[in-house]
């Protein structure tokens, strides 16, 4: 047995805020829309991971979603210019990450990271 995908599921009370939110920073196409969930995707196929956490590292929460670019820096700075809530600014980690926290329209905090090493 395999697993082929995991999928991450944010609940919200506005599915258009939080799917343009998402496609706007992340570069996500739109795959699946039923109006009441719709599902982004990016071009790459991404690894399946599951992590499972009793904190985010260095005295942070743990995150409810990481996400991993390849664009820290520029991502960074967009997500300034759309006004998001940074929570964690850009650090780098000694354990070999450059992240940043952000809170998406629903609450939700993201780790948005890329490794260093």
């Keep these: 047995m395999a697993v082929k995908r995991i999928v991450s599921n944010i609940a919200t009370g506005s599915v258009e805020e939080l799917r343009r939110f998402y496609a706007?920073?992340?570069?996500?196409?739109?795959?699946?829309?039923?109006?009441?969930?719709?599902?982004?995707?990016?071009?790459?196929?991404?690894?399946?991971?599951?992590?499972?956490?009793?904190?985010?590292?260095?005295?942070?929460?743990?995150?409810?979603?990481?996400?991993?670019?390849?664009?820290?820096?520029?991502?960074?700075?967009?997500?300034?210019?759309m006004g998001a809530q940074i929570t964690y600014?850009?650090?780098?980690?000694?354990?070999?990450?450059?992240r940043f926290y952000l809170k998406d329209p629903a609450g939700k905090t993201i780790n948005v990271l890329a490794h260093t090493a």
């Design 89 to 98: 600014e850009l650090t780098d980690e000694p354990w070999g990450v450059r």
């Design 24 to 81: 706007d920073l992340f570069d996500l196409d739109l795959v699946m829309d039923f109006g009441w969930i719709a599902t982004l995707a990016g071009e790459d196929t991404a690894a399946v991971q599951l992590s499972i956490a009793s904190q985010g590292g260095s005295g942070t929460q743990v995150p409810d979603l990481s996400i991993e670019v390849d664009n820290l820096d520029e991502l960074y700075q967009r997500a300034q210019k």
